[in-house]
T-cell receptor
Framework: DAGVIQSPRHEVTEMGQEVTLRCKPI?????LFWYRQTMMRGLELLIY????????DSGMPEDRFSAKMPNASFSTLKIQPSEPRDSAVYFC???????????FGEGSRLTVL | AQTVTQSQPEMSVQEAETVTLSCTYD???????LFWYKQPPSRQMILVIR??????QNATENRFSVNFQKAAKSFSLKISDSQLGDAAMYFC????????????FGQGTELSVKP
Protein backbone atom coordinates (compact mmCIF):
# COMPACT_ATOMS: atom_id res chain seq x y z
CA ASP A 1 0.00 0.00 0.00
CA ALA A 2 1.12 3.53 -0.72
CA GLY A 3 1.80 5.61 2.32
CA VAL A 4 0.96 9.27 2.84
CA ILE A 5 2.14 11.18 -0.19
CA GLN A 6 3.25 14.80 0.05
CA SER A 7 4.35 17.21 -2.62
CA PRO A 8 6.55 18.99 -3.24
CA ARG A 9 9.44 17.48 -1.26
CA HIS A 10 11.32 20.74 -1.44
CA GLU A 11 10.15 24.26 -2.19
CA VAL A 12 12.23 27.40 -2.35
CA THR A 13 10.35 30.62 -2.87
CA GLU A 14 10.67 34.32 -2.29
CA MET A 15 8.95 36.30 0.38
CA GLY A 16 5.47 37.34 -0.63
CA GLN A 17 4.84 34.41 -2.93
CA GLU A 18 2.00 31.95 -2.49
CA VAL A 19 2.94 28.43 -1.44
CA THR A 20 0.70 25.38 -1.74
CA LEU A 21 1.60 22.08 -0.12
CA ARG A 22 -0.32 18.96 -1.04
CA CYS A 23 -1.14 15.72 0.72
CA LYS A 24 -2.76 12.45 -0.25
CA PRO A 25 -3.63 10.36 2.84
CA ILE A 26 -3.65 6.60 3.05
CA UNK A 27 -6.78 5.17 1.46
CA UNK A 28 -9.42 4.41 4.07
CA UNK A 29 -8.02 6.79 6.66
CA UNK A 30 -10.47 9.44 7.77
CA UNK A 31 -8.31 11.69 9.95
CA LEU A 32 -5.72 14.00 8.45
CA PHE A 33 -3.21 16.18 10.24
CA TRP A 34 -0.83 18.98 9.23
CA TYR A 35 2.26 19.55 11.40
CA ARG A 36 5.10 22.03 11.14
CA GLN A 37 8.59 21.22 12.41
CA THR A 38 11.27 23.77 13.23
CA MET A 39 14.33 23.65 15.43
CA MET A 40 12.96 26.35 17.71
CA ARG A 41 9.39 25.12 18.15
CA GLY A 42 9.62 21.40 17.50
CA LEU A 43 6.59 19.63 16.04
CA GLU A 44 3.50 21.81 16.08
CA LEU A 45 0.03 20.66 15.11
CA LEU A 46 -1.41 23.21 12.72
CA ILE A 47 -4.81 21.73 11.89
CA TYR A 48 -6.55 18.41 11.61
CA UNK A 49 -9.60 17.06 9.83
CA UNK A 50 -11.98 14.23 10.63
CA UNK A 51 -14.07 12.99 7.71
CA UNK A 52 -12.91 16.02 5.69
CA UNK A 53 -14.19 18.47 8.32
CA UNK A 54 -11.71 20.75 10.11
CA UNK A 55 -11.84 19.94 13.82
CA UNK A 56 -9.17 22.12 15.36
CA ASP A 57 -7.28 24.88 13.56
CA SER A 58 -6.04 26.62 16.69
CA GLY A 59 -2.47 25.85 15.70
CA MET A 60 -2.65 27.76 12.44
CA PRO A 61 -0.27 30.68 13.07
CA GLU A 62 -2.23 33.43 11.37
CA ASP A 63 -4.58 34.29 8.56
CA ARG A 64 -1.85 33.80 5.99
CA PHE A 65 -2.27 30.06 6.51
CA SER A 66 -5.26 28.12 5.23
CA ALA A 67 -6.00 24.43 4.78
CA LYS A 68 -8.64 22.57 2.86
CA MET A 69 -9.74 19.00 2.43
CA PRO A 70 -12.18 18.90 -0.49
CA ASN A 71 -12.41 15.11 -0.43
CA ALA A 72 -11.14 12.08 1.46
CA SER A 73 -8.06 11.67 -0.72
CA PHE A 74 -6.63 15.17 -0.92
CA SER A 75 -5.68 18.11 1.27
CA THR A 76 -3.80 21.35 0.76
CA LEU A 77 -2.02 23.75 3.05
CA LYS A 78 -1.62 27.22 1.59
CA ILE A 79 0.51 30.12 2.76
CA GLN A 80 -0.20 33.49 1.21
CA PRO A 81 1.86 35.62 1.38
CA SER A 82 4.83 33.61 2.56
CA GLU A 83 7.45 35.02 4.94
CA PRO A 84 10.97 33.85 5.86
CA ARG A 85 9.73 32.73 9.30
CA ASP A 86 7.49 30.19 7.56
CA SER A 87 10.60 28.22 6.57
CA ALA A 88 10.15 24.76 8.08
CA VAL A 89 9.37 21.15 7.28
CA TYR A 90 5.64 20.58 6.91
CA PHE A 91 4.34 17.09 7.58
CA CYS A 92 1.04 15.59 6.65
CA UNK A 93 -0.19 12.51 8.52
CA UNK A 94 -3.27 10.33 8.40
CA UNK A 95 -4.94 7.75 10.59
CA UNK A 96 -8.18 5.98 11.28
CA UNK A 97 -10.67 8.14 13.12
CA UNK A 98 -9.78 8.63 16.77
CA UNK A 99 -7.73 5.48 16.98
CA UNK A 100 -4.20 4.30 16.72
CA UNK A 101 -1.02 5.76 15.37
CA UNK A 102 -0.54 8.43 12.77
CA UNK A 103 1.21 7.60 9.53
CA PHE A 104 3.41 10.40 8.28
CA GLY A 105 4.43 11.54 4.85
CA GLU A 106 8.05 12.36 4.08
CA GLY A 107 7.48 16.05 4.65
CA SER A 108 7.79 19.15 2.51
CA ARG A 109 10.79 21.33 3.25
CA LEU A 110 9.89 24.96 2.63
CA THR A 111 12.48 27.69 2.38
CA VAL A 112 11.28 31.29 2.04
CA LEU A 113 14.00 33.72 1.05
CA ALA B 1 -4.86 20.62 27.82
CA GLN B 2 -2.57 17.66 27.55
CA THR B 3 1.18 18.17 27.55
CA VAL B 4 4.14 15.87 26.88
CA THR B 5 7.58 16.51 28.36
CA GLN B 6 10.89 14.98 27.39
CA SER B 7 13.48 16.27 29.80
CA GLN B 8 16.54 14.89 28.01
CA PRO B 9 17.38 16.96 24.91
CA GLU B 10 20.33 14.67 24.13
CA MET B 11 21.42 11.19 25.10
CA SER B 12 24.37 9.05 24.16
CA VAL B 13 24.88 5.30 24.30
CA GLN B 14 27.66 2.90 23.41
CA GLU B 15 26.90 0.40 20.69
CA ALA B 16 25.44 -2.84 22.14
CA GLU B 17 24.55 -1.12 25.42
CA THR B 18 21.12 -0.21 26.78
CA VAL B 19 19.65 3.27 27.02
CA THR B 20 16.43 4.64 28.47
CA LEU B 21 14.67 7.74 27.20
CA SER B 22 12.28 9.51 29.56
CA CYS B 23 8.84 10.94 28.92
CA THR B 24 6.17 12.33 31.20
CA TYR B 25 2.76 13.60 30.27
CA ASP B 26 -0.09 15.44 31.86
CA UNK B 27 -3.73 14.53 31.28
CA UNK B 28 -6.99 14.22 33.13
CA UNK B 29 -8.22 11.50 30.81
CA UNK B 30 -8.20 7.79 31.58
CA UNK B 31 -8.22 6.44 28.04
CA UNK B 32 -5.49 7.40 25.59
CA UNK B 33 -2.63 6.17 23.45
CA LEU B 34 1.07 6.75 23.94
CA PHE B 35 3.68 6.40 21.22
CA TRP B 36 7.37 6.66 20.56
CA TYR B 37 8.34 7.87 17.11
CA LYS B 38 11.83 7.87 15.63
CA GLN B 39 13.06 10.51 13.21
CA PRO B 40 16.40 9.69 11.55
CA PRO B 41 18.32 12.27 9.48
CA SER B 42 16.13 11.37 6.51
CA ARG B 43 13.38 13.18 8.55
CA GLN B 44 10.88 10.38 8.03
CA MET B 45 8.70 9.86 11.12
CA ILE B 46 8.73 6.17 12.01
CA LEU B 47 6.57 4.54 14.66
CA VAL B 48 8.69 2.63 17.15
CA ILE B 49 6.14 1.41 19.69
CA ARG B 50 2.63 2.11 20.95
CA UNK B 51 0.83 1.61 24.24
CA UNK B 52 -2.87 1.78 25.04
CA UNK B 53 -3.48 3.24 28.47
CA UNK B 54 -5.99 0.56 29.44
CA UNK B 55 -3.37 -2.16 29.02
CA UNK B 56 -1.31 -2.85 32.10
CA GLN B 57 1.29 -4.88 30.23
CA ASN B 58 4.20 -2.89 28.88
CA ALA B 59 4.55 -2.95 25.11
CA THR B 60 7.58 -4.59 23.52
CA GLU B 61 8.86 -4.57 19.95
CA ASN B 62 12.07 -6.56 19.51
CA ARG B 63 14.84 -4.47 21.14
CA PHE B 64 12.43 -1.70 22.11
CA SER B 65 10.30 -1.78 25.23
CA VAL B 66 8.46 0.72 27.37
CA ASN B 67 7.95 1.24 31.06
CA PHE B 68 4.43 2.61 31.34
CA GLN B 69 3.53 3.97 34.76
CA LYS B 70 -0.03 5.28 34.45
CA ALA B 71 -0.35 6.70 37.94
CA ALA B 72 2.94 8.53 37.62
CA LYS B 73 2.11 9.54 34.03
CA SER B 74 5.45 8.27 32.87
CA PHE B 75 6.27 6.49 29.62
CA SER B 76 9.95 5.69 29.13
CA LEU B 77 11.53 3.90 26.17
CA LYS B 78 14.27 1.34 26.64
CA ILE B 79 16.49 0.41 23.73
CA SER B 80 18.51 -2.74 24.27
CA ASP B 81 21.59 -3.81 22.32
CA SER B 82 21.83 -0.36 20.73
CA GLN B 83 22.83 -0.26 17.09
CA LEU B 84 24.32 2.52 14.99
CA GLY B 85 21.06 2.70 13.08
CA ASP B 86 19.23 3.66 16.27
CA ALA B 87 20.82 7.10 16.16
CA ALA B 88 17.95 9.53 15.62
CA MET B 89 15.62 12.00 17.25
CA TYR B 90 13.01 10.23 19.38
CA PHE B 91 9.63 11.77 20.08
CA CYS B 92 7.17 10.74 22.74
CA UNK B 93 3.55 11.41 21.77
CA UNK B 94 0.10 11.33 23.34
CA UNK B 95 -3.18 10.80 21.57
CA UNK B 96 -6.53 11.23 23.25
CA UNK B 97 -9.38 8.85 22.59
CA UNK B 98 -11.59 11.92 22.63
CA UNK B 99 -11.33 15.46 21.28
CA UNK B 100 -11.09 14.11 17.76
CA UNK B 101 -7.92 12.25 18.54
CA UNK B 102 -5.18 14.82 17.97
CA UNK B 103 -1.58 13.73 18.57
CA UNK B 104 0.65 15.85 20.81
CA PHE B 105 4.43 15.52 20.70
CA GLY B 106 7.14 16.09 23.26
CA GLN B 107 10.18 18.18 22.41
CA GLY B 108 12.28 15.20 21.38
CA THR B 109 15.48 13.51 22.55
CA GLU B 110 18.40 13.26 20.19
CA LEU B 111 20.11 9.90 20.60
CA SER B 112 23.66 9.31 19.42
CA VAL B 113 25.21 5.85 19.30
CA LYS B 114 28.96 5.53 19.69
CA PRO B 115 30.76 2.64 17.96
Amino acid sequence: DAGVIQSPRHEVTEMGQEVTLRCKPISGHNSLFWYRQTMMRGLELLIYFNNNVPIDDSGMPEDRFSAKMPNASFSTLKIQPSEPRDSAVYFCASSLLNTGELFFGEGSRLTVL
Amino acid sequence: AQTVTQSQPEMSVQEAETVTLSCTYDTSESDYYLFWYKQPPSRQMILVIRQEAYKQQNATENRFSVNFQKAAKSFSLKISDSQLGDAAMYFCAYRSYNQGGKLIFGQGTELSVKP
